[in-house]
């Protein structure tokens, strides 16, 4: 039987030496070392060998079972790397200097939106700060002060993991890490994207971008508030918009106001895209709730804060004349060209 076996070893160690293909070894080592496999044939027949005998020669077979293991493997590693190399030829025959065949790539609508803002808060000092997109639940709720059973969770259903945490359903929801990073007087705008369970339309996207702002010191009113909003969003629509206050709610700001602007297109007369009105809405914002100052390590018996949060992706869609939200995640290129981003 041993010289029996020496020869199968033999024998297939040749045919493993003759194997240059992956697919072609796994199907080797499944025709031998498979359940229906050839040494597991002879391993199951042992019972018919005599009783003194079968551990002997279960052991060899074994032994052979290793050695033919270790062989496919050894295979194994040699043909990955040459299929390797053979890739890695093929790249080299890229030739990076030849000219592209389409355009080059270019910046989001979004991100170019987003950039200009920015630089506009840079220069009146404001920090920027980048939010996770996957948050705590108290992060994105409790902290801003919407607990458990509060029914403005009811309007932000979003996407959970397993291990509890969410995907982000607002910029708020970095709120509270920025201000115990930073503590009181703090300036701070904060963009990022940001992801709801909704049913999808022109203007409703599971994925969407916002950009938050927060001023907190001494002494912050509704003045304040007015006055800053007005000379910002002027600074970034380079116009000098009037700005309205209506009563807004929103569970982390008291007072809370949703901001309208004069319509930037019709300079309030009455247009299509303010629906005649003459006024847009788009801001919402308020005076931050003390409770959520308290959260975030802050004293609201001496400091007193703003916040507020634009839609950028409202934003962009305004900027470029985009009527569908969704369009800007589509990734189709020729949103990009007939808006005239390349
Ligand atoms: N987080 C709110 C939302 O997504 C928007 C918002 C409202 C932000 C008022 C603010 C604010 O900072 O003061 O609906």
């Not at 950039?115 to 939010?131: A, L, N, Q, S």
């Not at 930037?264 to 919402?284: F, S, T």
Request: charged share 30%.
């Amino acid at each position: 039987m041993e010289e029996n076996l020496n020869k199968i070893k033999e024998r297939l160690e040749f045919q493993i030496s003759k194997i240059d293909d992956i697919n072609n070894l796994e199907k080797f080592k499944s025709e031998i070392l498979g359940k229906k496999g050839k040494i597991t044939q002879i391993l199951k027949n042992l019972k018919n060998y005599d009783e003194n005998e079968r551990p002997k020669i279960g052991k060899a077979v074994n032994d052979v079972k290793k050695i033919i293991e270790i062989q496919i493997e050894k295979k194994k590693e040699i043909l990955k790397t040459k299929e390797l190399n053979k890739n890695l030829q093929n790249i080299e025959k890229i030739d990076f200097s030849l000219p592209t065949k389409d355009e080059l790539g270019s910046l989001h609508p979004v991100t170019i939106v987003q950039r200009e803002i920015e630089e506009i808060f840079k220069t009146m000092g404001f920090t920027i700060e980048d939010g996770n997109e996957v948050e705590t639940e108290y992060n994105n709720f409790e902290a801003v002060n919407v607990h458990k059973y509060h029914p403005a969770r009811d309007m932000q259903d979003t996407y959970w993991l397993e291990n509890g945490q969410l995907l982000k359903t607002q910029t708020s929801a970095a709120q509270n890490k920025i201000m115990k990073k930073y503590g009181a007087p703090l300036k701070a705008i904060f963009p990022g994207r940001c992801f709801r369970n909704e049913s999808l339309d022109a203007s409703h996207e599971n994925t969407f971008f916002q950009l938050e702002g927060m001023i907190i010191d001494e002494n912050i009113s509704v003045a304040n508030l007015i006055y800053f909003m007005k000379t910002t969003l002027s600074e970034i629509f380079k116009k000098d918009l009037n700005i309205r206050l209506r009563p807004g709610f929103f569970p982390f700001v008291e007072p809370g106001f949703e901001l309208d602007v004069s319509c930037m297109y019709c300079n309030g007369k009455g247009c299509k895209v303010c629906k005649q009105g003459g006024w847009i809405e788009l801001c919402p914002c308020g005076l931050i709730h003390p409770k959520v100052l308290e959260f975030g390590g802050i004293n609201p018996e001496k400091y007193s804060g703003v916040a507020f949060g634009l839609g950028l992706s409202r934003l962009a869609m305004m900027k470029y004349g985009i009527n569908d939200l969704r369009l800007l995640n589509s990734g189709d290129l020729r949103v990009l060209k007939q808006i005239g981003v390349k």
